[in-house]
């Protein structure tokens, strides 16, 4: 099964970038590879929420409040996947989670904070 572990949160002023990292530690590559991985996001009140994925194939979805500022990727070799956030938003604020869904198995991380101030 192995587990997703996050980096790369913290406090960013408005406008401002971050990047995100999750490392899916004791997966195998027959499983990573294939997976559908991503990142959701939940803020306090708040359901958690789709940012964006990415398939095995690298097909990408992204949630509406995030295209054109985010951008998911993914390293088969390193079994990592990224988000990378630009032009950051108080609205953005939010615990970020590392999820890797495969064949209706969903795997998540702990999340990792993001906080941009008003």
């Known amino acids: 099964q192995g587990r997703l572990e996050e980096s790369g949160g913290g406090l960013v002023q408005r406008g401002g970038s971050l990047r995100l990292s999750c490392a899916a530690t004791?997966?195998?590559?027959?499983?990573?590879?294939?997976?559908?991985v991503g990142w959701y996001r939940q803020a306090p009140g708040k359901e958690r929420e789709l940012v964006a994925t990415i398939s095995g194939g690298g097909s990408t979805n992204y949630a509406d409040a995030v295209k054109g500022r985010f951008m998911v990727s993914r390293d088969n070799a390193r079994k990592r996947v990224y988000l990378q956030m630009n032009d950051l938003a108080p609205e953005d604020t939010a615990f970020y989670y590392c999820?890797?869904?495969?064949?209706?198995?969903?795997?998540w991380g702990q999340g990792t904070q993001v906080t941009v101030p008003s």
């Open positions: 999820y890797r869904n495969l064949n209706g198995r969903n795997l």
């Open positions: 004791g997966t195998i590559t027959s499983v990573f590879n294939p997976s559908t």
